[in-house]
């Protein structure tokens, strides 16, 4: 028994301080886009429009995170890659941080913080109307993704985490109206969200036809 339950034991221990590290470092690559924004900002480096350049550089992560986190679902169960699995919460926090330093950027530094003008531009802007409820989405989700917020809520805490994908649509969607000449991005954008959207749904219908089955 003894000699069955050391190397369990040891197994469990390397498990826990790989997925220790493994968290470290993707916490610390994460970062990187803020590193380097701070470093341009101090160095004067974002070229003539630098507010412009910071909405849109952290408009880009905060999508960019949102995709990396709905791709770990589809990577754990296509290629088994489960040790992605218990670093998917830190990484949509990290949709939810860059997007709430976009939004702050937006507010700061192109509207001089005044609410007013921010309402305005909301009503005024549909590509504005459609990127609110993203981020509203993300920090809904934000503040349940706890394990006491999984556990309070049951069920109905997968159902109500499935809004991601309503985030990444308006999201897109959010991309897209801001179009002002190529559309290569939004496409390539689209695409990505498409495929993501698309995976989704074939898990769950087949999750139904085992079911049925
Ligand atoms: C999940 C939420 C959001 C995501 C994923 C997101 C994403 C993006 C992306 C990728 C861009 C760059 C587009 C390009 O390169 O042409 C962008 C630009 C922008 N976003 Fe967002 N955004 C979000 C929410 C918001 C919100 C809530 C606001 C409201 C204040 C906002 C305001 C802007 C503005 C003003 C621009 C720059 C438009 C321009 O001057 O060209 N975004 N966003």
Redesign the pocket.
């Known amino acids: 028994m003894a000699a069955l339950a050391g190397p369990t034991t040891t197994g469990l221990l390397t498990v826990q301080l790989t997925t220790f590290w493994r968290r470290w470092l993707i916490f610390i690559v994460a970062l990187i886009p803020l590193i380097w924004l701070t470093f341009n900002t101090i160095t004067q480096q974002l070229g003539a429009d630098p507010a412009?350049t910071i909405?849109?550089y952290t408009?880009?992560w905060?999508?960019y995170f949102?995709f990396i986190t709905l791709s770990i679902t589809p990577l754990r169960r296509l290629l088994k890659w489960n040790w992605l699995m218990p670093h998917r919460r830190m990484l949509g926090l990290f949709a939810l941080f860059y997007?709430v330093l976009?939004?702050l950027s937006?507010?700061v530094f192109?509207l001089g913080l005044d609410l007013g003008r921010l309402a305005a531009e909301t009503i005024k802007r549909p590509y504005?109307t459609a990127?609110?409820p993203?981020?509203l989405i993300?920090i809904v989700l934000g503040i349940t993704s706890t394990q006491a917020m999984v556990r309070r809520l049951g069920k109905n805490w997968a159902r109500l985490h499935r809004l991601v994908y309503l985030?990444l649509i308006l999201?897109w969607i959010?991309?897209l109206w801001?179009v002002r000449s190529s559309y290569f991005?939004a496409t390539v954008y689209g695409a990505i969200a498409l495929c993501l959207l698309g995976i989704r749904v074939y898990f769950l219908w087949r999750k139904r036809q085992a079911r049925s089955g």
């Open positions: 412009k909405v849109l408009g880009e905060t999508l949102l997007g976009h939004l937006y507010a192109i504005i990127g609110f993203a981020l993300l985030a999201a959010h991309v801001q991005e």
